[in-house]
């Protein structure tokens, strides 16, 4: 079975520090990266890392988020800093293998004042 796992949210200030990580349960599994989907809103980019290797950022979290691979364990994390109200949402990990797009079950992330 071909599964995506994230794990790291919870309740955090504004302000504070998270760190997502997405692990695969397949070594043919490439994790490309995450989105967020808030309440009322569609789901949007965060940031993946290109073919090329290059992380791709949304505006709204550059500078504060940082996108990592392990390669030895299959996972990639998140690295989220100085989290605002406005990134509270369910962060959804994404990845491609036999052709196919996989999602994890996502992790609910939520950023109090």
């Known amino acids: 079975q071909v599964q995506l796992v994230e794990s790291g949210g919870g309740l955090v200030q504004a302000g504070g520090s998270l760190r997502l990580s997405c692990a695969a349960s397949?070594?043919?599994?490439?994790?490309r990266g995450w989105y967020r989907r808030a309440p009322g809103k569609q789901r949007e980019l965060v940031a993946v890392i290109l073919s090329d290797g290059r992380p791709n950022y949304a505006d709204s979290v550059k500078g504060r988020f940082t996108i990592s691979r392990d390669n030895g364990k299959n996972t990639v994390y998140l690295q989220m800093n100085s989290l605002e109200l406005d990134d509270t949402a369910v962060y959804y990990c994404?990845?491609?293998?036999?052709?196919?797009?996989?999602w994890g079950e996502g992790t609910l992330v939520t950023v109090s004042s």
């Open positions: 397949r070594r043919s599994m490439n994790i």
């Open positions: 994404t990845g491609r293998a036999y052709g196919l797009d996989f």
